[in-house]
């Protein structure tokens, strides 16, 4: 059983230390809506060993490569190789005092973290600290206290800090993704870190299961499997084990979760046309959301929950169309190209990312929710589908047979730094970022 993100910091202490009135928010570094955005070079020397042991220089050298993944993951920065740097690590002092930022900014540094390691059997303590090498002020200083195992927690901490004080909101690394893997030789649910670490099965059916969706607290995962012989609705807790199944006549499929409620659509065609419906959490329905002859598919919902994006075939081929919750006034969204699936409602800004077929490739695009301004991301790369967003709106997973098979990739909202999130047997396809969790 998959068990919650959070679980794993039950035996870190974290303690929040204020320096002086410098450590406060800094919110003008980085502007995730700009297209244009320049990578912050930034310095991440090894941390300090305190008390100067092997072990201690091993663990600092390691939580220093494990934060520079981190920030690296995001796009926002360019790391700089430690080969540059002016300063040994190994006598570099205490941690944040006596820098010489002039130093860092030889070296191409706009930003410096420093840090100091110290262990006591298998105690960990770790101080962290961000710095402006040009401003010559301290941003962000933090403590921890765990194990030795919980290092990866702790960059993570850290590295959620300073994304939250570079941009004013927290970043994606308490965030999991959802996904098919084929590497059983059936299609099963798995779920992995954000950055493709610590990959797990979730669904032991063998058979075929679909459309995995995360509810808004992360702690609900509702799909589609064929563990009964047809298309079946699953609602499954993912902490509890518990779950519920839709089972009318008919296929049952494509569930959403609506933000900030436990309510998600999913379509039925119980009634003989593929439709709609709003359900709750325990798979009851409340109401039928679309009504129209041919299949409408695959909601995917405004982050305020008043409209939501589906795939209808009305018109005569797929295409994406918007729909009000309250009035049901329907307003068709696409009209280039005769395939377009899978919308993705960015769950910061009015964007849609979806699936368009042009010319005979599948690629991904994002388009204002008004129709206007449409953006290829991917680009002669074999097939591209299945866009998920980040929960900050930065990032997009999805899926590409660039390499032959199908396998996840991740990008930036904008296109750039398209690279494969992880590798294992089989197919991957189908994924879907969850929510972020709070600490």
């Known amino acids: 059983m998959i068990k919650r993100f959070q679980l794993c910091f039950l035996c870190i202490l974290f303690i929040v230390f204020v320096y002086s009135s410098r450590a406060v928010a800094q919110y003008d570094y980085i502007d995730i809506t700009n297209p244009f955005l320049c990578k912050i070079p930034v310095a991440i020397p090894v941390s300090n060993a305190i008390k100067g042991t092997e072990q201690e220089f091993e663990i600092a050298r390691k939580s220093s490569d494990l934060l520079s993944e981190l920030l690296d993951f995001t796009g926002y920065f360019q790391i700089l190789d430690r080969e540059s740097f002016l300063v040994d690590p190994r006598i570099s002092g205490p941690v944040g005092l006596n820098i010489n930022f002039n130093n860092w900014i030889t070296v191409g540094a706009e930003l410096l973290i420093k840090g100091g390691v110290e262990i006591n059997d298998d105690a960990l303590k770790m101080e962290l600290r961000l710095f402006d090498t040009v401003k010559q002020k301290m941003i962000v200083g933090k403590r921890y206290k765990g194990r030795i195992n ?23 690394f308490t965030t999991r993704i959802a996904f098919i893997s084929t590497g059983t030789g059936n299609k099963e649910i798995y779920i992995c870190d954000f950055d493709g670490k610590n990959a797990e099965r979730f669904t032991h059916h063998q058979t075929i299961s679909l459309f995995p969706s995360w509810s808004w607290d992360a702690q609900w995962i509702a799909y589609t499997s064929y563990a009964k012989g047809k298309p079946d609705l699953y609602i ?7 779950s519920t199944i839709v089972s009318k006549k008919g296929i ?31 798979g009851h329905i409340i109401k039928q959301l679309t ?15 008043k409209k939501f994006a589906f795939v209808s075939n009305r018109s005569g081929s797929p295409q994406i169309y918007i729909q009000q919750m309250d009035s ?37 695009v994002v388009m204002t929710v008004d129709g206007s301004g449409p953006v290829q991301l991917t680009y002669n790369s074999g097939d591209n589908e299945s866009p998920s967003w980040s929960p900050d709106g930065s990032l ?6 660039r390499e032959g098979q199908s ?3 991740v990008m930036t909202a904008f296109g750039t730094d398209q690279r494969r999130l992880l590798t294992l047997p089989g197919e991957q396809f189908q994924p879907e970022w969850s929510p972020g969790i709070e600490h």
């Open 236 to 242: 499954r807790n993912i902490n509890r084990n518990n």
């Open 150 to 172: 919980d290092l990866r927690n702790i960059m993570i901490r850290f590295a959620d800090e300073i994304i939250f004080h570079l941009t004013g909101k927290r970043g994606i």
């Open 396 to 401: 997009i997973v999805f899926s590409s047979t």
């Open 407 to 409: 396998r996840l990739y």
């Open 328 to 364: 049901g006034k329907v307003r068709r969204l696409t009209y280039e190209g005769n395939y377009n699936t899978q919308p993705a409602w960015s769950p910061t800004d009015n964007k849609i990312a979806y699936t368009a077929m042009h010319g005979g490739e599948i690629n991904i």
């Open 252 to 282: 049952n499929t494509a569930p959403a979760w609506i933000p900030g409620s436990l309510q998600l659509g999913a379509t039925l065609s119980f009634s003989g046309d593929q439709e709609i419906y709003l359900l709750t959490e325990k």
């Open 291 to 305: 009504q129209n002859d041919g299949i409408d598919i695959s909601p995917s919902w405004a982050p305020d929950g």
